[in-house]
């Protein structure tokens, strides 16, 4: 490798993540932190830290020029973005060329054509790849013709959203203007872009993705993942492969996600997610994801292949190292979020000081984390604490072996979501496997509902 | 830590056949507690090393100015429900909830708590006139700190 030293611009457990891959290939690591992160797990293991602002994220992790100037001060060669924050920021990405570094992650061209929501449907359909019906509006009349051509219920989107973020369920016409008006206020001040499109909602559907990696010639996937446990779009429970679809149709899933990344020449690791309808077993096209995944370890389970390493290798070379034949998928895992939050009080966030921790380990048991005894959380970022991932055989058996692992999860000084996982893994409607979006707040429904 | 999540599997392994139920490692990196709990194992782990900061430490972190958390007598103190990044006004250039001098009742929103990437609304919790506000706007506040206080409404 040229690449030599490695600026990660993250925190959590994804700096963990990608520190554990610099140190097992002889890279050296620096971290960039902001205040509150100084004496984190990630700053303890990383060769050099770096302070690039204070604590708020719009002053550190957001901030580019603190970031790039962090980096160039380290002597870093390049930056590995992780997930969230500046990762799939075309600014950024840009800037961190200009400076001279490598940016491990897409071309401004792939960023651009995926970042932009509404612009990355036209691309899909250019790609030839299933649509759910939909397209931008303008004015109000526009909204009403659209919507009266794709039914109710329908989602409005925001082009600058992505992620779970900026979108907005409608049920009925009488709804229609109010809703998109909101939608346009909260999309301007959250995305500064006040674009919105709108989306047929499916009732019944799953999240279905396709991990890719491509070097701008040659595209590989690496199988399918299910994130159908979600709670208001943000992902609670993963896994890989994904269950209950018939073979013939997750081939053309992840024959339709190798189509997109072939069309955009895209270059680096991506996902591309589909909304899979469990009754007309059709998929379409939502959004990429142009960054590693918080559910990436699922997929190196089933692979054998650690993701990080791959994107580090594509980085310096600009060369693909792996082939079809390489990818091979074996057995079945299962990855839960563990959230500092107080799931049984409206999900409410616990930030804090985790005084004692214990997590499960043994075969078949990853942790991927940036929590150990006295580790701080600070109210200033995601709630994520660890990810605990089970591989088996096959699913009944990663589902065992996870709710096992999962019970012998100790935290404590904050409030975790563990004992809704075990829950949500018990239920038999989970075993018999493909349970949909819909899952975790019927769930929650009938919870509230016999007390 | 230098140990990795398969170094980790490994001793397991070892330990599970044998008649072991604890090990501790520790060196001078991290300190490791694998224990047989159950069928399975758990493991506690710190790690020992001391961050690398690679600039000086320019200035020691200013002590947050101490803020004041009692009661005012005759006045209700409205306190923050949690840690987190206190905003006066429901986005950037708008105008503030409440000034002081404003009318509010229990339900009056007073402001928003930004706490792990969520937004809270804070409520004024009493009925009456606002006559004080000591938090300010992107300010980050603890839990329980009074964010302003207000003059109960005759009843």
């Known amino acids: 490798m040229t690449m030599r030293r490695v600026f990660i611009a993250n925190r959590g457990e994804i700096a963990v993540r990608i520190l554990r891959t610099c140190k097992k290939l002889g890279l050296a690591s620096v971290l960039g932190a902001s205040e509150a992160d100084l004496h984190s797990t990630p700053a303890k293991l990383a060769d050099e830290v770096v302070r690039i602002g204070p604590a708020r994220s719009s002053e550190s992790y957001l901030n580019i020029e603190a970031m790039i100037g962090a980096a160039l ?91 779970g973020r900026g979108l907005k369920r409608i049920d009925a016409m009488a709804q229609l203007e109010a809703t998109v008006d909101l939608a346009i206020a909260e999309a301007t001040a959250a995305f500064g872009d006040s674009r919105v499109y709108l989306e047929r ?13 491509g070097d701008g010639e040659t595209v590989l996937d690496i199988g399918l993942r299910d994130c159908s446990v979600q709670r208001r779009y943000q992902k609670l429970i993963e896994e890989a492969p994904a269950p209950g679809i018939p073979e013939g149709v997750s081939e053309k899933i992840r024959e339709a996600a190798v189509a997109f990344g072939r069309h955009l020449k895209y270059f680096g690791l991506g996902t591309v997610e589909f909304l899979y309808d469990r009754e007309t077993q059709e998929f379409y096209f939502l959004e990429m994801n142009a960054r590693i995944q918080v559910e990436h370890p699922v ?12 994107q580090l290798a594509l980085a310096d070379n600009g060369k693909l190292r792996l082939t079809a034949s390489d990818i091979r998928l074996k057995g079945h ?119 | ?42 493991e506690e782990k710190t790690t020992l090393s001391t961050p690398n900061l690679l600039d000086a430490p320019t200035t020691a972190p200013a002590p947050a100015a101490v803020k004041a958390s009692e009661d005012i007598e005759g006045l209700v103190s409205i306190r923050a429900p949690m840690v987190g990044t206190f905003y006066r006004a429901p986005k950037p250039g708008a105008p503030a ?44 506040v603890e839990a329980g700190q009074v964010l302003m206080r207000l003059e109960r409404a005759a009843p």
């Open chain 2, 97 to 140: 909830f409440v000034e002081v001098g404003a009318e509010v009742t229990e339900d009056t929103v007073i402001g928003i708590i930004e706490t792990m990437k969520l937004m809270n609304s804070a409520s004024a919790g009493a009925r009456g006139r606002i006559v004080e506000i000591l938090a300010g706007n992107g300010e980050i």
């Open chain 1, 201 to 213: 909602f499916v009732a019944s559907g799953r999240h279905v993705e396709a991990q890719l990696i």
């Open chain 1, 299 to 310: 997929t190196e389970a089933i692979s054998g292949l650690d993701l990080v390493e791959e």
């Open chain 1, 73 to 163: 001060r380290s002597k870093a060669d390049a930056i590995h973005p992780g997930y969230g924050f500046l990762s799939e920021n075309v600014d950024f990405a840009a800037a961190v060329r200009a400076a001279g570094l490598i940016f491990i992650g897409p071309t401004e061209a792939n960023l651009r054509a995926v970042g932009d929501k509404l612009r990355a449907r036209g691309h899909a359909e250019d790609a030839g790849l299933p649509l759910a019906p939909g397209g931008s509006i303008s004015t109000p009349a526009d909204a009403r013709a659209l919507a009266e051509r794709i039914g109710f219920p329908l989602l409005v989107k925001a082009v600058g959203g992505g992620g």
């Open chain 1, 333 to 451: 895992a299962i990855e839960c979020r563990l959230n500092a939050e107080d799931w049984r009080q409206d999900f409410r966030p616990s930030p804090g000081v985790v005084t004692r921790v214990l997590f499960p380990a043994g075969p078949g048991i990853r942790v991927d984390t940036h929590i150990e005894n006295g580790a701080s959380i600070p109210p200033f970022y995601d709630s994520l604490m660890a990810k605990i991932i089970a591989t088996g055989d096959d699913r009944n058996d990663a589902i065992a072996k996870l709710a096992r692992a999962l019970s012998a999860v100790e935290i404590q000084g904050v409030s975790s979501n563990r004992d809704l996982h075990i829950a949500l893994l018990t239920r038999s409607d989970f075993a018999q496997g493909a349970v949909d979006t819909a899952y975790l707040a019927d769930f929650l429904a009938s919870r509230a509902a016999t007390p």
């Open chain 2, 1 to 42: 830590m230098d140990l990795t999540n398969d170094d980790v599997e490994e001793i397991v392994r070892l330990l599970d056949s044998s008649f072991y139920d604890e090990l501790r490692l520790k060196t001078d990196k991290f300190e490791l507690r694998l224990r047989r709990s159950g069928s399975g194992w758990t």
